[in-house]
């Protein structure tokens, strides 16, 4: 299959900051790539180095095809970018600003109001197309955003943290019409701190950690490879969880991972049913009555668990919109 997006070692350091140490990446034309990483683990220094924003250090890369070194021109018109550097001007209103991009990219104006009356039709903005961008909710803005990055009918699109912020309801609506854009035809890289996200958008994942990808494969290699079977026990009372965490990690060879809120405790399972059975026996000789005892295949929680030895920050907001304060601001 062709390759849409190829990057070999590239490198980027800010000052004295190595912001990026390695990064290889190889999207197949077609498929999406999720680039997942907490934040500063490089994720839009690679995108704008992709995009040719920002030039790296070291390293080379192919976009579309082209050269981005020496073909920086044709990877701008083979591409387009959405995220944390959004192309919208505030003030003005939807329709104006797809126009406008589409005028800037020559189009013509007759050309790019046929393509804003198409888009604002394909991402729901019709009857919000005459106001102001800036009155926009945060899920109309991000579709705004995607919009207008596909004004010139990219090959390649760049997502940087496209649904950061937004609630359940809305990433689903993205990822939908991140999914259309995919059936079409276009290659997709996005970046997200969502496990979940990556999990349901992407062919590949890459996980990026400090500025190097420390994993690479599809969600269920990554899953298999890097965590395989657990074994979960929800304990019935506070008092019954120390026992069961005590207990569970006698016989862990792995990281042991309790969620307090849950009352559930996890390990992973090595020896498979001996673990099982140990386990069941234990617990019952100290007379604990488990409220759930349950074999699982891990989830990209427990591999990025792994991964990183970073856990909670990466969880999904619930399902209410709440937003979690380490992710209202976003560094540059
Ligand atoms: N312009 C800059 N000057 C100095 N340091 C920067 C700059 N941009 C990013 N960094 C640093 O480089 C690292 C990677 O940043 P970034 O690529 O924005 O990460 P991410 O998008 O994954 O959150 C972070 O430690 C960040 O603080
Ligand atoms: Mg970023």
Same mark, same amino acid.
């Given at each position: 299959m062709e390759t849409a997006i190829s990057a070999e070692g590239l490198r980027k350091r800010y000052g004295n900051h190595q912001a990026l140490s390695r990064v290889d990446l190889a999207v197949p034309a077609g498929t999406i790539l999720a680039v997942l990483g907490p934040n500063g683990a490089g994720k839009t220094t690679t995108v704008r180095i992709l995009t040719t924003l920002l030039e790296p250090d070291e390293g080379r890369a192919t976009v579309a095809g082209y050269d981005l070194a020496t073909q920086a021109r044709d990877v701008r018109a083979s591409i387009g970018l959405a995220g944390q550097y959004a192309s919208v001007d #505030? /003030? @003005?209103?939807? /329709? #104006?600003?797809?126009? @406008? &991009?589409?005028?800037l990219l020559h189009q013509g104006r007759r050309g790019a109001k046929a393509r804003a009356e198409e888009l604002l039709e394909q991402f729901g903005l019709v009857a919000a197309a005459d106001r102001p961008a800036k009155t926009y909710s945060g899920?109309? =803005?991000? =579709?705004l955003d995607l919009a207008a990055s596909l004004v010139g009918r990219p090959q390649v699109l760049f997502l940087d943290e496209p649904t950061t912020g937004l %609630?359940?309801?809305?990433? =689903?609506t993205l990822w939908d019409m991140i999914r259309n854009q995919v059936a079409e035809g276009v290659t997709v890289l996005l970046t997200t701190q969502y496990l979940e996200e990556a999990d349901q958008l992407a062919d590949r994942i890459a996980v990026i950690d400090r500025g190097t990808v &420390?994993? #690479?494969? !599809?969600?269920?290699?990554l899953k298999r490879k890097l965590g395989g079977e /657990? +074994? #979960?026990? *929800?304990?019935? *009372?506070?008092? %019954? +969880?120390a026992t069961v965490e005590r207990t569970l990690s006698? @016989? *862990?060879?792995? %990281?042991?991972?309790?969620h307090p809120e849950t009352r559930t405790v996890s390990i992973p399972l090595t020896d498979g049913v001996s673990t099982i059975a140990a386990a069941a026996k234990g617990l019952e000789l100290l007379g604990i009555e488990p409220q759930d005892f349950a074999v699982r295949r891990s989830t990209l929680d427990d591999v990025f668990l792994?991964?990183?030895?970073?856990? *909670?920050?990466?969880?999904e907001p619930k399902a !209410?919109?709440? &937003?979690p304060a380490s992710e209202e601001k976003q560094p540059a």
């Open positions: #505030e /003030r @003005l209103t939807g /329709r #104006e600003n797809l126009r @406008l &991009i589409g005028v899920g109309m =803005r991000r =579709r %609630d359940l309801t809305g990433r =689903r &420390i994993a #690479e494969g !599809t969600p269920d290699q /657990r +074994l #979960e026990v *929800s304990a019935a *009372s506070h008092t %019954d +969880l006698a @016989l *862990s060879c792995g %990281d042991t991972v309790t792994a991964l990183t030895g970073q856990q *909670s920050t990466h969880k !209410t919109g709440a &937003i």
